[in-house]
């Protein structure tokens, strides 16, 4: 049963174009994240929502928008899609503590 | 913000080998945690550890918050523990903010 889980995990698309992942938790979290890691492994925040509410943005165009509808979803969408956009794009979630953060799978994002 | 420093960059063991891997971090903290990630990408929690030494079969890890550091011991290192370990730290100024380190890559040949 897996506890945080994003889809789509591969997306292959052209530049300009507008994509969408999901990602839920079944944990009982209320902290969720969304990090980006390049192709050199380093891992950066990009947001973080507590109880559907955006508490860190950090510095990431405004192409890129979150949207939690309830505290278990967190989704990402990506407007006008570019070739630096290629990159691993990981779910996460923790307690409120901030304690141990769970990750999703990660979504390959390969932009052409 | 904090900065975490992870060394060394890259590591390669022969099976059976030990090794020690640090994390320094520029403030203080309230929350470090060490992670795997294997070849196929998953990102594990190996240790919730704000503070003194745990213990996970052939892991341990000791962090000394007065000091600004962690370690992350493997002994009797395995293939399958192949990948890149990460630290990764939140400090009670930063919210629910948790930074990671670039993180150290290990292979371990058999």
């Known amino acids: 049963d897996t506890a945080v889980s994003q889809t789509p995990k591969y997306l292959v698309t052209q530049m300009g174009n507008d994509k969408s992942i999901k990602c839920e938790q079944n944990l009982g979290h209320d902290t969720m994240y969304w990090y980006k890691q390049d192709s050199k492994k380093f891992l950066k925040i990009m947001f973080s929502?507590?109880?559907?509410?955006?508490?860190i943005n950090e510095t990431v165009p405004n192409r890129f928008s979150p949207k939690s509808p309830d505290k278990a979803h967190l989704n990402l969408h990506i407007n006008s899609l570019e070739l630096g956009d290629s990159a691993v794009y990981f779910c996460?979630?923790?307690?409120?503590?901030?304690?141990?953060?769970?990750f999703g799978e990660g979504s390959w994002l390969t932009v052409v | 913000g904090i900065q975490v420093e992870q060394s060394p960059p890259d590591l390669i063991l022969q099976e059976g080998a030990n090794s020690t891997l640090r994390c320094n971090f520029s403030?203080?903290?309230?929350?470090l945690q060490w992670f795997h990630q294997n070849p196929w990408g998953q990102l594990i929690n190996l240790f919730y550890?704000?503070?003194g030494t745990k213990q996970n079969g052939r892991l341990s890890a000791t962090t000394v918050a007065t000091e600004r550091y962690s370690l992350l011991y493997i002994s009797s290192s395995q293939t399958t523990d192949s990948g890149v370990y990460f630290c990764a730290v939140g400090s009670s100024g930063g919210g629910f903010k948790t930074i990671f380190g670039a993180g150290t890559r290990l292979f371990v040949k058999a």
């Open positions: 996460a979630s923790t307690t409120r503590s901030g304690n141990t953060i769970y």
């Open positions: 403030d203080s903290v309230n929350n």
């Open positions: 929502y507590n109880n559907k509410e955006l508490i």
């Open positions: 550890i704000p503070s």
